[in-house]
């Protein structure tokens, strides 16, 4: 069977025929960092490493060339920077914010399974590139000369009238989008709807020499990033392009109308892809509603990188996931029956079966390859249950440490509850109620919950216990 992806911009399933197959090329618009990473973001950096793990499969690991960026220039940024660092200089603080987020990304990721991409480039670096070849300054400059930008009060802005199909990616007209905007409009904009592409720095705030002779010295609009290291590191056209469905507007349309305006080309990649938004028992996650969860809390609350990894993939990429507790402990019982399995080598990574790969053919169905897995499993067929669970990033190895740990836990939890429960219910025999209460109290402050049923043979008490939740 072909490989077939669903593209946003056709709105159709169709078999992916790349460019080259020899190196075929994919972008995925990586984290802005300045906080930890959350589980939503979690979701694209493990759908795309399914994709990038399949494309390996299909055109060979030195035929897949993998960009995932690192956005280490964002207002955002400096925000943070200042609120944390107030006494040191901006610039240094914000060297210590990046740095430390990036560190913890990669951390964290790398707990999840996924494999590091080809290249991560660091949207600074590729500002102004020493060495010469594409980055934001020349990309910039060249659609001023096309006539796709100019140049008002030290911004560069993109002239949005200047392309016919602006908005093919998200489906609106010009037009459309000039009624339902809301945005202030800046009053030296042509156009309601022209983005920047540079913007003048203030004192104190990081800033490069600015493009097209503007004096005071600058930073680049966030659009113009990825433009930059996808054209650097990919070319002017290339095969997939990837990101969480809130970036299909206004991120990915300014992208193509930047890359494609520099570059006068009819598009600037292929495939586009969007993974479906997140969210926390059936809420959208947000600070101020207090369910933001975090990568990094739910691998310090002894979720194993590989539960949070199959419980992603146990819904299609493209539709929404409620994440719950229930459905980590559902993925979490799931795991660790695979694992079980007697003589399963999750390193073992041929041969993969013909109907695993199938599904992850059509569109990355991996629900239906999950379904899969669970055949292999009751079927015995270790060697493709092993080689699969290599494939999706899983080597059970987080998950037996944790096991272990809960295995641990749960027995010294119980040689210290067990003698007070015995002593509870000879408090109890003897009729000394004060001290019975006393103990049953000092188990609740344990977190352990008592549960008193009469044995319907012997008429005696009996007390089992489990641990609050
Ligand atoms: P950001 O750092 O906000 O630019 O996000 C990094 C990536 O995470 C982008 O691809 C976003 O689309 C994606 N993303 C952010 N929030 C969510 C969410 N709740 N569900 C799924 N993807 C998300
Ligand atoms: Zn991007």
Known sequence: MALKLYNTLTRQKAEFVPIDPKNVRMYVCGPTVYDYAHIGNARPVIVFDVLYRLLRHVYEPDHVTYVRNITDVDDKINARAARDYPDLPLNEAIRKVTEATEKQ????????????????PRATEYIRRPEGGEDMVS????????????????????????????????????????????????????????????????RGEPAWPSPCGIATPGRPGWHIECSA??????????????????????????????????????????????????????????????????????????????????????????????????????????LTSWFSQDGLDANDRDPLSKDFIAALEDDLNTPKAIAELHRFAAEKDIESLGAALGFLGFDGATLKQADERAAETAQSVASTVEPLIIARL????????????????????????????????????????????
């Not at 990721?109 to 991560?120: C, K, N, S």
């Not at 997939?240 to 009819?266: K, M, V, W, Y």
């Not at 103990?439 to 008193?452: P, S, T």
């Open 229 to 334: 290291m996808a054209g650097a590191l990919l070319g002017p056209v290339f095969d997939i392009h990837g990101g969480g469905i809130d970036l299909t507007f206004p991120h990915h349309e300014n992208e193509i109308a930047q890359s494609r305006c520099a570059h006068n080309t009819p598009v600037m990649a292929n495939v586009w892809m969007h993974n479906g938004f997140l969210q926390v028992e059936g809420e959208k996650m947000s600070k101020s509603l207090g369910n933001f969860i975090t990568i990094r809390e739910l691998l310090d609350d002894g979720w194993p990188g590989e539960v949070l990894r199959l419980n992603m993939l146990r819904t299609h990429y493209r539709q929404p996931i409620d994440w719950t507790k229930k459905g980590l402990e559902e993925s979490q019982k799931i």
């Open 139 to 202: 990309l910039i400059e060249a659609l001023v000369r096309n006539g796709h930008a100019y140049v008002a009060e030290d911004h560069v802005l993109f002239d949005v009238a200047s392309m016919p199909d602006y908005g093919r990616l998200s489906n609106r007209s010009l037009d459309e989008m000039e009624a339902g905007a809301r945005v202030e409009v800046a009053p030296y904009k042509k156009g309601p709807m022209d983005f920047v592409l540079w913007k003048p720095s203030k």
């Open 105 to 120: 990304f990669h951390k964290d990721i790398d707990a999840l399974g996924v494999l590091p991409p080809t290249y991560e």
């Open 426 to 469: 000879e408090a109890r025999k003897r009729k000394d109620f004060a001290e019975s209460d006393r103990i049953r109290d000092e188990l609740a402050k344990m977190g352990i919950n008592l549960k008193d049923t009469k044995n319907k043979e012997t008429g005696e008490i009996e007390t089992t216990w489990e641990v609050a939740r």
